[in-house]
């Protein structure tokens, strides 16, 4: 299966309201196709796109720039903010980071956000014992060179889920199966960036975060949660997950909840802009 691919549900004239999601670093759309299909269902227009330096050309990730994930992220919230009445930006890992990137810039007009397993610092328990040493890493040439391997417990607590994941990475049909430094020191440079412009992001905000993250901790969550001036922001802590939660034991529970989530937030909309029309 081709990773270079775009995951479109819908592109029905008479839907009033889109869901943009990104996927995760070293990722691609396949592993959003669930939760996609369970929003489109919902009657929702939904769009996952590859994100550069990621697909079937896996050389790429070498090259590409957090900035180019930035302006990659904009465009799309523009395309689909010109065409749609409500546009909420979701994403996991990487695409929760650009999802909240997207609120730094259109927090005036982006309807809601749904950050999922929000990576803003690399230190989740799975991550080996020379982590520290990492960072020194990033800084010289070794980034172009060392790769660090997808290993157990590859982001998900469900055995059953795990053990088959395991085989599709085997065979390259939901990513790539090594995080390059290349990549990691490029998400921490966004990571970095989003950090120092939180409180930039005014848009309803729903963050949501394993305490077992293996990946990055709820360090990460918190400081969204804390560094963002929404007015209007959850934060939902799961306790029996890893960091893959749209395909971990609560999945349903996190599904259910971003469904909540963006049915309240289009009610508001729909109100606030009745209430204009009366004023005027």
Known sequence: MSLNFELIHGN????????LLFHGLTGSPFELKKYGQFLYKQGFDVYADCLPGHGDNFAEIYT??????LDFAYSKFEQLHSNYENVFVSGICLGAVLALAVGIKYSDVVTGLVPLSTTLFLDGWRLPWYKFLIPIGLTT????????PECEPHGIKNLKVRNAIKKLLSIGDVG?????????????KLSKYVRANLD????????????????????????????????DKDLIILKDSYHMVLYDNEKEFVYKKVLEFINNHI?????????????I
């Open 12 to 19: 029905d004239e008479k839907a009033r309201t889109a869901v």
């Open 64 to 69: 590409v720039k957090y900035t180019d994930w």
């Open 141 to 148: 040439i070794i980034r172009f060179y060392y790769n660090y």
């Open 176 to 188: 790539m199966n090594d995080f390059p430094m290349t990549g990691i020191y490029e998400l921490l």
């Open 200 to 231: 930039k992001v005014t848009a309803p905000t729903l963050l949501i975060h394993s305490q077992e993250d293996d990946l990055t901790s709820v360090k990460s969550a918190y400081c969204a949660y804390n560094g963002i001036s929404s007015k």
């Open 267 to 279: 009610a508001v909309e729909t109100e606030e802009k009745q209430g204009e029309a009366v004023c």
